[in-house]
């Protein structure tokens, strides 16, 4: 038998395999029938079983006798695209799914046309619906048109892709140097400008500064400060649109000297006669730094007046003196009032006067930014108050100063004096400039940032970080942590229905009404803080290893952290005592205190006791005198258990009452049968013998009442449940609460982070803390226990333990620093000259701040002027999942800070593969529940799941669902036994809600939820790359020849300034020749970088009669080539190299590679990619060698609206994304442009549009 197996036909085998296909789909109501072979033509009769397969003379079916049919012809592999990564390779006929060689996932040959974004796609055959891979739109095939679509050629996809990026991201920073200036000395350590900034030009000075002299005698200023000085002066000269004075924006980064720039704006104005300044920063500390900037500037006779320290009085007035100088407040005292309604800023506004037209400095300005919030949010007080004195005193000089004043494009509300909207400007209020940032992205704030260089309000340059070293460390749970977090997560589970149990309970027996929303709140909020202070624990351990090794390493450290748990430490002195046997845990504590403040409790019942009873009889006594008491009264028995004892004081008013009128007479009986023979009132309480109590019929015992109760609930008791259900119902939520507390207890949970790390490290003796907290848990000198102290002491003063502990550090007499945003801002811990503590900082983050500014701002501890070395920055990260969220928030802000900022999307550490709060994360969220509720199928296979194992994929996505349930994502319907579950759509797209209630997962399932979600976000951004509508910021276009066409035409002018905007038009040769190419590659092989697959390579196909040529180098990145085309150069992307072997093979002939290449090379300096016949013609540049771009640069946003609507007339792709291009020239005298991207086919629109054209002159 095996034998003549062996010898079956080709035929036979592809019969039965089709034959058992077509019974499967027979018998599967979600497949349709499709044939092995190629589809028949639509006109053919035949069905596609008859005319795809010659049947054998003995097929039982057949009922004419036919000549036996030709041998078959060998099959033809036919080329496929995966629906996934839409990589091309060769299908074997008769095979229905066939996993794609590059990701794995399983492919088809069904080709239709995707009806809403018009795509050619090709999906699943066995399947009746799937979704488009670029729109997400679900297509039917069965209703599809089946025609048959020319193929599009794979090797003009990957150009279009190519060129749909735009350009590459080019260097990050340039050295910076004033170009208009020449005064003063050199910075004494680099200074760099974002590459985009230094495109642009500052208008020309014509401020003379009084104190210039001063300035080059004393050199107490920089070049690049007094460059500061100068145009914010000439700004302040300057009147807005709405008639106030222009303000200057001081974008410093960390550490350059905004501080010492600051003070000589002040000097200057106080040479001019204006003797009055308000500075107003974030912590009061920071007035000493005043006090010393100023005095190196020479101005010592400028007194500096603290606000907190002034009385609520005038404070010109006799008895405060304040005539002229510098009042230094705090944007906390901003907002500050008296006991008697007197505010800090009525006190400023009146001391400054109504024609004010001094400085008023906003340092570190953006603790204003909250403004304008987002959706459902409040502004701050900080926001309104900056906002309001600024209107109080229009005439004033403002200076916003901040290195992250900007973060956001919604965070320069307050900023209402660079007058980028408002009266007389394209933008009428602030919510239309904000609507235009937000449409245009990342490229459009950069455009903002250049705009006002180039208009003399802005300037922004910061250290170079050159030197500094990031790394992101991934901290581990260890697996003891790992079974801690677990259980935690359990606890919370429990909680979660504890406190809904609990909350029914007390909705049916209590008459109180529960704050539910506020008990979710707070159990949210304290869900996050618990898992966030876990998370930062289990880092702990790899900490201290690395504190000890740099100090091995004969550095010093610096950790920043952002809390400090002081208010978990304080609550547990309160309840314990300020002895303890060792430091507390935090999150234990958090949790506590949430359970026994907020668990909810029935109203405690009271027993009604004698003093009721007698109200009663008093109210009847005085109801009617005709009727004897003891005709409407039953004698009771009083006998109460041994518990419930009368006091004598009721005693002696019930003897009172008993004698005043003799009808009350109320015998007392002592029972002493057993307790079987008492009933117990169920309103009053109190217990009647059963001999004393009147024949009763049917009743439930727990419901019996005395006949005073009775008649007493009937008149003067409120309707509702007994007291023995009140007592029943007040010890069950009791009981619950009890338990959940004696399960928090027993959880082996952490200590506090910041006692940890200071104890393992040798104590406060050898750590400096700068924290915001008052007092400390300290280890006893024996050993055993720890004891609660105040970090001041008689010698050092609360108010500068923080200074006195940073001068300890600076000293070296400690060599670890411990930081928290609130007793480090402005703080300097560089390795400065001037110090005697030189050694090198490494920087740990133990908790990423929540935001960028609060990021930038620690960073910029370390890393400051005059230092001896830069740090090195370590970013700490656990391997849970869900800590992402605190770092995603981080990135979504380093990715919009651009060049308003020195924190570049694209320095320092890549933070950008944490951004998730996007829109791109939002989709994949969407997707992501889609999948799990089963609505849509996932577009990736789970994490840990095998495609082929549909098992596997059930199951987890069993365990997604019971875990987003537990953490209410989800809400279990209930109905059936697989889980049936729905959620509200409101919270399909938030990705804050997602991230945060991730952390109380348990961490297996967290880390593959939070990786499913990693793999379709990055499935979406690939897909969005593809298409081109990826939003990369500034990108440069790069080719090997770049030449100004002609002379910019100027489209507008700016009145104020005299900047302009001006369209500049660039010739591109892209092409590599064939001896750039030749040679690209002989020092690739010279170097002794050269792989065995480096080398020129031959297209399989072809595409208009010839053969496309490539050159591949092996890639930095695993199994990835780079790409130089002898058309457009290096490819913006690497190639996978199971793709280029699928799409291209080998040359071993250098010849046939240079006759290719030439040719390529030369035709492609005529016509695009697609052939003289192409559609667009000479507007097309597909895969061409020369290219025509048109840039605006220079000031845009004044014309920003027009400049859209003029370009969205002829190019409907400006909607979906903006592109904005970085040119240089290769000429000798290179220029570089910096601008917004115009379409070819628009260019004689914009012009049109703003009629207005001046050809500038070389």
């Given at each position: 038998?095996?034998?003549?197996?062996?010898?079956?036909?080709?035929?036979l085998?592809?019969?039965?395999?089709?034959?058992?296909?077509?019974?499967?789909?027979?018998?599967?109501?979600?497949t349709?029938?499709?044939?092995?072979?190629?589809?028949?033509?639509p006109?053919?009769?035949?069905?596609?079983?008859?005319?795809?397969t010659?049947?054998?003379?003995?097929?039982p079916?057949?009922?004419?006798?036919?000549?036996?049919?030709?041998?078959?012809?060998?099959?033809?592999?036919?080329?496929?695209?995966?629906?996934?990564?839409?990589?091309?390779?060769?299908?074997?006929?008769g095979?229905?799914q066939?996993?794609?060689?590059?990701?794995?996932?399983?492919?088809?040959?069904?080709?239709?046309?995707?009806?809403?974004?018009?795509?050619?796609?090709?999906?699943?055959?066995?399947?009746?619906?799937?979704?488009?891979?670029?729109?997400?739109?679900?297509?039917?095939?069965?209703?599809?048109?089946?025609?048959?679509?020319?193929?599009?050629?794979?090797?003009?996809?990957?150009?279009?892709?190519?060129?749909?990026?735009?350009?590459?991201?080019?260097?990050?920073?340039?050295?910076?140097?004033?170009?208009?200036?020449?005064?003063?000395?050199?910075?004494?350590?680099?200074?760099?400008?974002?590459?985009?900034?230094?495109?642009?030009?500052?208008?020309?000075?014509?401020?003379?500064?009084?104190?210039?002299?001063?300035?080059?005698?004393?050199?107490?200023?920089?070049?690049?400060?007094?460059?500061?000085?100068?145009?914010?002066?000439?700004?302040?000269?300057?009147?807005?649109?709405?008639?106030?004075?222009?303000?200057?924006?001081?974008?410093?980064?960390?550490?350059?000297?905004?501080?010492?720039?600051?003070?000589?704006?002040?000097?200057?104005?106080?040479?001019?006669?204006?003797?009055?300044?308000?500075?107003?920063?974030?912590?009061?500390?920071?007035?000493?730094?005043?006090?010393?900037d100023?005095?190196?500037?020479?101005?010592?006779?400028?007194a500096?007046?603290?606000?907190?320290?002034l009385?609520?009085?005038?404070?010109?007035?006799?008895?405060?003196?304040?005539?002229?100088?510098?009042?230094?407040?705090?944007?906390?005292?901003?907002?500050?009032s008296?006991?008697?309604?007197?505010t800090?800023?009525?006190?400023?506004?009146?001391?400054?006067?109504?024609?004010?037209?001094?400085?008023?400095?906003?340092?570190?300005?953006?603790?204003?930014?909250?403004?304008?919030?987002?959706?459902?949010?409040?502004?701050?007080?900080?926001?309104?108050?900056?906002?309001a004195?600024?209107?109080?005193?229009?005439?004033?000089?403002?200076?916003?100063?901040?290195?992250?004043?900007?973060?956001?494009?919604?965070?320069?509300?307050?900023?209402?004096?660079?007058?980028?909207?408002?009266?007389?400007?394209?933008?009428?209020?602030?919510?239309?400039?904000?609507?235009?940032?937000?449409?245009?992205?990342?490229?459009?704030?950069?455009?903002?940032?250049?705009?006002?260089?180039a208009?003399?309000?802005?300037?922004?340059?910061?250290?170079?970080?050159?030197?500094?070293?990031?790394?992101?460390?991934?901290?581990?749970?260890?697996?003891?942590?790992?079974?801690?977090?677990?259980?935690?997560?359990?606890?919370?589970?429990?909680?979660?229905?504890?406190?809904?149990?609990?909350?029914?309970?007390?909705?049916?027996?209590?008459?109180?009404?529960?704050n539910?929303?506020?008990?979710?709140?707070?159990?949210?909020?304290?869900?996050?803080?618990?898992?966030?202070?876990?998370?930062?624990?289990?880092?702990?351990?790899?900490?201290?290893?690395?504190?000890?090794?740099?100090?091995?390493?004969?550095?010093?450290?610096?950790?920043?952290?952002?809390?400090?748990?002081?208010?978990?430490?304080?609550?547990?002195?309160?309840?314990?005592?300020?002895?303890?046997?060792?430091?507390?845990?935090?999150?234990?504590?958090?949790?506590?205190?949430?359970v026994?403040?907020?668990f909810?409790?029935?109203?405690?019942?009271?027993?009604?006791?004698?003093?009721?009873?007698?109200?009663?009889q008093?109210?009847?006594?005085?109801?009617?005198?005709?009727?004897?008491?003891?005709s409407?009264?039953?004698?009771?028995?009083?006998?109460?258990?041994?518990?419930?004892?009368?006091?004598?004081?009721?005693?002696?008013?019930?003897?009172?009452?008993?004698s005043?009128?003799?009808?009350?007479?109320?015998?007392?009986?002592?029972?002493?049968?057993?307790?079987?023979?008492?009933?117990?009132?169920s309103l009053?309480?109190?217990?009647?013998?059963?001999?004393?109590?009147?024949?009763i019929?049917?009743?439930?015992l727990?419901?019996?009442?005395?006949?005073?109760?009775?008649?007493?609930?009937?008149?003067?008791?409120?309707?509702?449940?007994?007291?023995?259900?009140?007592?029943?119902?007040?010890?069950?939520?009791?009981?619950?609460?009890h338990?959940?507390?004696?399960?928090?207890?027993?959880?082996?949970?952490?200590?506090?982070?910041?006692?940890?790390?200071?104890?393992?490290?040798g104590?406060?003796?050898?750590?400096?803390?700068?924290?915001?907290?008052?007092?400390?848990?300290?280890?006893?000198?024996?050993?055993?226990?720890?004891?609660?102290?105040?970090?001041?002491?008689k010698?050092?003063?609360?108010?500068?333990?923080?200074?006195?502990?940073?001068?300890?550090?600076?000293?070296?007499?400690?060599?670890?620093?411990?930081?928290?945003?609130?007793?480090?801002?402005?703080?300097?811990?560089?390795?400065d000259r001037?110090?005697?503590?030189?050694?090198?900082?490494?920087?740990?983050?133990?908790?990423?701040?929540w935001?960028?500014d609060?990021?930038?701002q620690?960073?910029?501890?370390?890393?400051?002027?005059?230092?001896v070395?830069?740090?090195?920055?370590?970013?700490?990260?656990?391997n849970?999942?869900?800590?992402?969220?605190?770092?995603?928030?981080?990135?979504?802000?380093?990715?919009?800070?651009?060049?308003?900022?020195?924190?570049?999307?694209?320095?320092?550490?890549?933070?950008?593969a944490?951004?998730?709060?996007?829109?791109?994360?939002?989709?994949?969220l969407?997707?992501?529940?889609?999948?799990?509720?089963?609505?849509?199928?996932?577009?990736?296979?789970?994490?840990?799941?095998?495609s082929?194992?549909?098992?596997?994929?059930?199951?987890?996505?069993?365990?997604?669902?019971?875990?987003?349930?537990?953490?209410?994502?989800?809400?279990?319907?209930?109905?059936?036994?697989?889980?049936?579950?729905?959620?509200?759509?409101?919270?399909?797209?938030?990705?804050?809600?997602?991230?945060?209630?991730?952390?109380?997962?348990?961490?297996?399932?967290?880390?593959r939820?939070?990786?499913?979600?990693?793999?379709?976000?990055?499935?979406?951004?690939?897909?969005?790359?593809?298409?081109?509508?990826?939003?990369?910021?500034?990108?440069?276009?790069?080719?090997?020849?770049?030449?100004?066409?002609?002379?910019p035409?100027?489209?507008?002018?700016?009145?104020?300034?005299?900047?302009?905007?001006?369209?500049?038009?660039?010739?591109?040769?892209r092409?590599?020749?064939?001896?750039l190419?030749?040679?690209?590659?002989?020092?690739?092989?010279?170097?002794?970088?050269?792989?065995?697959?480096?080398?020129?390579?031959?297209?399989?196909?072809?595409?208009?009669?010839?053969?496309?040529?490539?050159?591949?180098?092996?890639?930095?990145?695993?199994?990835?080539?780079?790409?130089?085309?002898?058309?457009t150069?290096?490819?913006?992307?690497?190639?996978?190299?199971?793709?280029?072997?699928?799409?291209?093979?080998?040359?071993?002939?250098?010849?046939?590679?240079?006759?290719?290449?030439?040719?390529?090379?030369?035709?492609?300096?005529?016509?695009?990619?697609?052939?003289?016949?192409?559609?667009?013609?000479?507007?097309?540049?597909?895969?061409?060698?020369?290219?025509?771009?048109?840039?605006?640069?220079?000031?845009?946003?004044?014309?920003?609206?027009?400049?859209?609507?003029?370009?969205?007339?002829?190019?409907?792709?400006?909607?979906?994304?903006?592109?904005v291009?970085?040119?240089?020239?290769?000429?000798?005298?290179?220029?570089?442009?910096?601008?917004?991207?115009?379409?070819?086919?628009?260019?004689?629109?914009?012009?049109?549009?703003?009629?207005f054209v001046?050809?500038?002159?070389?």
């Amino acid at each position: 038998m095996s034998g003549m197996n062996k010898k079956k036909s080709p035929n036979l085998e592809q019969l039965r395999m089709e034959l058992k296909t077509r019974r499967y789909r027979r018998h599967n109501p979600y497949t349709r029938p499709q044939t092995l072979n190629p589809p028949t033509k639509p006109n053919s009769s035949r069905s596609s079983f008859t005319s795809s397969t010659s049947l054998p003379r003995s097929f039982p079916n057949r009922k004419h006798h036919q000549p036996p049919p030709p041998p078959p012809k060998p099959p033809v592999a036919r080329k496929q695209r995966c629906t996934n990564c839409r990589t091309c390779f060769s299908a074997p006929p008769g095979v229905v799914q066939l996993p794609c060689p590059i990701c794995q996932i399983a492919s088809s040959a069904v080709k239709i046309q995707c009806f809403h974004c018009k795509a050619l796609v090709k999906g699943p055959s066995d399947l009746v619906q799937f979704p488009c891979p670029l729109c997400f739109v679900i297509l039917d095939v069965g209703d599809a048109d089946r025609k048959q679509e020319e193929e599009v050629n794979e090797l003009v996809e990957e150009v279009e892709q190519e060129e749909g990026d735009g350009g590459v991201a080019g260097e990050t920073f340039t050295d910076y140097r004033p170009s208009k200036l020449s005064i003063g000395p050199p910075h004494p350590d680099p200074i760099v400008e974002t590459s985009s900034l230094s495109a642009v030009q500052p208008p020309e000075p014509t401020y003379d500064p009084m104190i210039k002299n001063d300035l080059e005698r004393s050199k107490a200023l920089s070049c690049l400060q007094i460059e500061t000085l100068v145009y914010a002066c000439q700004r302040h000269l300057q009147h807005i649109p709405s008639g106030a004075r222009a303000g200057f924006f001081l974008g410093d980064g960390a550490g350059v000297g905004k501080g010492r720039t600051v003070a000589g704006i002040i000097w200057e104005n106080w040479h001019h006669g204006r003797r009055k300044a308000l500075w107003i920063s974030v912590g009061s500390d920071l007035k000493f730094d005043a006090r010393r900037d100023l005095d190196d500037m020479g101005a010592s006779c400028i007194a500096v007046h603290a606000l907190n320290k002034l009385p609520y009085v005038k404070l010109d007035s006799k008895s405060v003196g304040v005539k002229e100088g510098v009042i230094f407040s705090t944007y906390s005292s901003l907002i500050a009032s008296s006991d008697r309604g007197r505010t800090r800023m009525q006190q400023l506004v009146q001391w400054c006067g109504p024609e004010f037209d001094g400085l008023i400095i906003f340092d570190e300005c953006h603790k204003a930014k909250n403004l304008v919030p987002e959706k459902d949010k409040n502004p701050t007080k900080t926001g309104q108050a900056v906002l309001a004195i600024q209107a109080q005193l229009p005439e004033a000089r403002i200076v916003y100063c901040s290195a992250t004043g900007a973060s956001e494009p919604r965070n320069m509300a307050y900023m209402v004096r660079l007058g980028l909207w408002g009266a007389g400007t394209c933008f009428p209020d602030f919510s239309d400039f904000l609507g235009a940032l937000e449409k245009g992205g990342v490229g459009a704030l950069e455009l903002v940032a250049m705009d006002m260089k180039a208009r003399g309000m802005y300037l922004c340059r910061t250290l170079s970080y050159k030197g500094a070293e990031f790394e992101i460390v991934d901290a581990s749970l260890d697996d003891r942590m790992t079974h801690a977090y677990k259980k935690a997560t359990e606890v919370w589970v429990d909680l979660h229905e504890e406190l809904l149990s609990a909350i029914d309970l007390c909705a049916q027996v209590s008459t109180n009404n529960i704050n539910t929303r506020k008990i979710w709140a707070l159990y949210w909020a304290s869900h996050q803080r618990f898992f966030r202070h876990l998370c930062m624990s289990a880092k702990v351990p790899t900490v201290v290893r690395l504190v000890k090794q740099a100090l091995m390493e004969d550095k010093c450290v610096v950790i920043g952290l952002q809390s400090t748990g002081e208010a978990r430490t304080e609550d547990a002195v309160t309840k314990y005592g300020s002895e303890l046997d060792d430091f507390i845990s935090g999150p234990r504590e958090l949790l506590l205190k949430f359970v026994e403040d907020n668990f909810p409790l029935p109203k405690k019942p009271e027993i009604l006791h004698d003093d009721g009873v007698k109200e009663l009889q008093r109210k009847r006594h005085l109801a009617s005198r005709d009727v004897s008491g003891k005709s409407r009264v039953k004698k009771v028995a009083k006998c109460q258990p041994p518990s419930d004892a009368e006091s004598d004081e009721e005693s002696k008013i019930v003897s009172g009452l008993e004698s005043s009128d003799p009808d009350y007479e109320f015998p007392k009986y002592e029972i002493k049968e057993e307790m079987e023979n008492l009933l117990q009132c169920s309103l009053c309480g109190k217990y009647a013998h059963q001999s004393f109590v009147p024949p009763i019929g049917d009743f439930v015992l727990e419901k019996w009442a005395c006949d005073l109760c009775k008649d007493k609930s009937d008149k003067y008791l409120l309707p509702g449940p007994n007291i023995i259900e009140l007592h029943k119902s007040y010890d069950t939520a009791m009981q619950s609460r009890h338990k959940i507390l004696e399960r928090i207890c027993a959880l082996d949970l952490p200590k506090n982070p910041l006692d940890d790390i200071i104890d393992q490290l040798g104590g406060h003796d050898k750590v400096a803390e700068i924290t915001g907290r008052k007092g400390m848990l300290v280890r006893a000198p024996s050993g055993t226990g720890v004891f609660y102290q105040t970090r001041y002491s008689k010698d050092v003063t609360a108010d500068m333990v923080n200074m006195n502990e940073k001068k300890l550090f600076m000293e070296g007499t400690k060599l670890v620093a411990i930081i928290s945003e609130a007793g480090s801002a402005g703080v300097s811990l560089q390795a400065d000259r001037r110090v005697k503590n030189q050694k090198r900082r490494v920087h740990l983050t133990l908790e990423l701040p929540w935001s960028a500014d609060r990021a930038i701002q620690q960073f910029g501890r370390t890393h400051r002027s005059n230092q001896v070395s830069a740090p090195e920055y370590r970013l700490l990260f656990s391997n849970l999942g869900g800590e992402r969220r605190f770092a995603s928030a981080v990135a979504k802000r380093l990715e919009s800070l651009g060049a308003l900022t020195q924190g570049d999307r694209r320095a320092g550490p890549s933070l950008n593969a944490y951004n998730y709060d996007s829109e791109y994360g939002k989709r994949a969220l969407e997707l992501l529940y889609g999948g799990i509720l089963g609505k849509d199928p996932l577009p990736v296979v789970p994490p840990g799941c095998l495609s082929d194992r549909p098992d596997t994929i059930k199951d987890f996505i069993m365990q997604a669902k019971a875990a987003l349930v537990s953490v209410n994502i989800f809400k279990d319907d209930g109905l059936g036994g697989d889980m049936d579950c729905s959620m509200d759509d409101k919270y399909k797209r938030n990705i804050r809600r997602f991230l945060n209630r991730l952390l109380g997962i348990a961490p297996e399932i967290q880390n593959r939820l939070f990786e499913l979600f990693v793999n379709i976000l990055d499935l979406l951004v690939h897909k969005a790359r593809i298409e081109g509508n990826f939003d990369t910021g500034i990108v440069d276009l790069k080719a090997t020849v770049i030449e100004l066409q002609g002379n910019p035409k100027t489209v507008y002018v700016d009145q104020m300034s005299g900047a302009s905007a001006d369209l500049f038009t660039f010739t591109l040769d892209r092409g590599v020749s064939w001896e750039l190419a030749n040679t690209m590659l002989n020092e690739k092989q010279k170097a002794g970088f050269c792989s065995d697959g480096d080398g020129f390579y031959k297209s399989n196909r072809e595409w208009l009669g010839r053969h496309h040529f490539i050159l591949a180098f092996e890639s930095s990145a695993p199994s990835m080539c780079k790409i130089v085309r002898p058309t457009t150069g290096e490819s913006t992307r690497d190639m996978n190299l199971a793709e280029l072997t699928l799409k291209y093979s080998k040359v071993s002939s250098l010849k046939e590679a240079q006759i290719g290449w030439e040719n390529e090379y030369e035709v492609s300096s005529k016509q695009c990619m697609h052939g003289p016949n192409c559609k667009k013609g000479k507007l097309c540049s597909v895969g061409s060698r020369l290219q025509q771009v048109n840039v605006l640069g220079g000031v845009i946003f004044p014309i920003w609206g027009n400049v859209l609507k003029a370009i969205s007339k002829k190019s409907q792709q400006i909607l979906k994304r903006l592109r904005v291009v970085r040119v240089e020239t290769t000429s000798d005298n290179s220029r570089r442009i910096v601008g917004l991207f115009v379409p070819k086919e628009a260019v004689d629109t914009v012009l049109q549009d703003l009629q207005f054209v001046i050809v500038l002159d070389d």
